[in-house]
């Protein structure tokens, strides 16, 4: 079975410029979340889809980021434009939506390790 | 507001000595009690889950957990440890419901250096 997958690994851009994450889930995972590791933190919540809809987006810092997961696929996390304080790894995972064990079975992506300067 | 506690940040140990990662949460509710380790250049891993039953979880790769309500932890262990168990690890906590929305709360890990 494919893993979730992540791309690109790295990235470094400018402050003020966009930057595009991806993140491909196991086939058949309707949920898909995105979470973010700022250095030294914890690893802390961003959102969650079911398939296509936003169905928790209570960890969104701010109207810069913006999620979708067209089709119920793959998704994206855009950060435009990036800040200095968005520099983090940011991973994602992918569960089945069935029993609350399914549901908490998630599977990590290796993340992308975002540096803004 | 959910919260997770892991009280070392960073615990080196010999091979062969016993492992105890300390983990206390906060949360007004039911949950569920997870485990996670990263590996140097890979991906986070579940090593063990409670969700309900037997209090003492088994996990892979000889890790054990124990979850005691009354003080709200849910503390790692493993009686020898190895070089290969070199890693960062995870405790995080879920609402048991889910209410639509399984989202993890995690400690901020412990950092674990076995000297062979």
Known sequence: EAGVTQFPSHSVIEKGQTVTLRCDPISGHDNLYWYRRVMG??????????????????????????????????STLKVQPAELEDSGVYFCASSQARDNSDNYGYTFGSGTRLTVV | AQSVSQHN????????????????YSYGGTVNLFWYVQYPGQHLQLLLKYFSGDPLVKGIKGFEAEFIKSKFS???????????????????????????SYQLTFGKGTKLSVIP
């Open chain 1, 41 to 74: 933190k914890e690893i802390k919540f961003l959102l969650h889809f079911v398939k296509e809809s936003k169905q928790d987006e209570s960890g969104m810092p701010n109207n810069r980021f913006l999620a979708e997961r067209t089709g119920g696929t793959y």
């Open chain 2, 9 to 24: 940040h960073h615990v080196i140990l010999s091979e062969a000595a016993s492992l105890e990662l300390g983990c206390n």
């Open chain 2, 74 to 100: 849910f503390n790692l262990r493993k009686p020898s440890v190895q070089w290969s168990d070199t890693a960062e690890y995870f405790c995080a906590v879920g609402p048991y419901s889910g209410a639509g």
